[in-house]
């Protein structure tokens, strides 16, 4: 299984840091993997209180994490620290956090869906 390649020439904030550590962590499950093999697009996550953010680019199967937002992503996703962590630690559902507000998205809702397999830390 593939692990997630850091942008050529880039030093990861501390949010692509943890989100590399989950995904590679995840990917190692064939079933994981295979939920985000033929997915293409970008995805940017931003930490809301600092403006904190990162771009996952995925291309069939290949991911890569670059430092900053795109201009203009597929998707995209921003929550205030704690709610980040709570996300990617399994603490607070993805889908509860959108309903309730914790977590705000847009754009294209597969490219969300299934990357909340790789980028919540789940035994």
């Known amino acids: 299984m593939p692990e997630v ?10 949010l692509g840091t943890m989100l590399k550590e989950i995904m590679d962590t995840n990917l190692k499950d064939p079933k994981k993997y295979k939920s985000i093999e033929k997915l293409k697009g970008s995805v940017v996550i931003k930490e809301s209180t600092s403006g904190v953010a990162v771009t ?5 199967g290949q991911l890569e994490i670059q430092n900053d937002a795109i201009p203009k992503p597929n998707a995209f996703m921003e ?3 704690e709610n980040l962590a709570y996300i990617s630690s399994g603490q607070l559902s993805p889908i509860m956090a959108m309903l309730t507000g914790k ?5 294209n809702p597969l490219i969300l869906l299934k990357l909340i397999n790789i980028t919540v830390l789940k035994e």
């Open 56 to 60: 996952l680019n995925l291309n069939q």
């Open 5 to 14: 390649q850091v942008k050529k020439g880039e030093e990861l904030n501390g």
């Open 79 to 81: 929550a205030g620290f």
């Open 103 to 107: 977590l705000k998205s847009g754009g």
